[in-house]
């Protein structure tokens, strides 16, 4: 079992940043892929990024390419996604997950490739 508790969001102005961090609980952390996903009302959960269990690989979404940047601390259990340049658009229920990965370097970009979530965190940018 993993638990994950996401922190960090709030609201902030066109232009700001803010940082996402993902606390996860259980002894094998570092064997799990994370990703971070979000979801706008009347909207679809959608994909932000990705990062493998070394932080050897990582993806993201073209809409957040070169304004996000997702990491990781294994040591410390915990994944983060910073965010910047924010825009009105980016407002959404952001979520971490976790999913088991069979190699160094995979990655999952679908909800259903994750086994565990958190509850969420909401983040809101004004224009």
């Known amino acids: 079992q993993v638990q994950l508790v996401e922190s960090g969001g709030g609201l902030v102005q066109a232009g700001g940043s803010l940082r996402l961090s993902c606390a996860a609980s259980g002894r094998t952390f570092s064997s799990y892929a994370m990703g971070w996903f979000r979801q706008a009302p009347g909207k679809e959960r959608e994909f932000v990024a990705a990062i493998s269990w070394s932080a050897g690989s990582t993806y993201y979404a073209d809409s957040v390419k070169g304004r996000f940047t997702i990491s990781r601390d294994n040591g410390k259990n915990t994944v983060y996604l910073q965010m910047n340049s924010l825009k009105p658009e980016d407002t959404a229920v952001y979520y971490c997950?976790?999913?088991?990965?069979?190699?160094?370097?995979?990655?999952?970009?679908?909800?259903?490739?994750?086994?565990?979530w958190g509850q969420g965190t909401q983040v809101t940018v004004s224009s």
């Open positions: 997950a976790a999913g088991r990965a069979q190699w160094d370097h995979q990655i999952h970009t679908y909800p259903y490739q994750y086994d565990y």
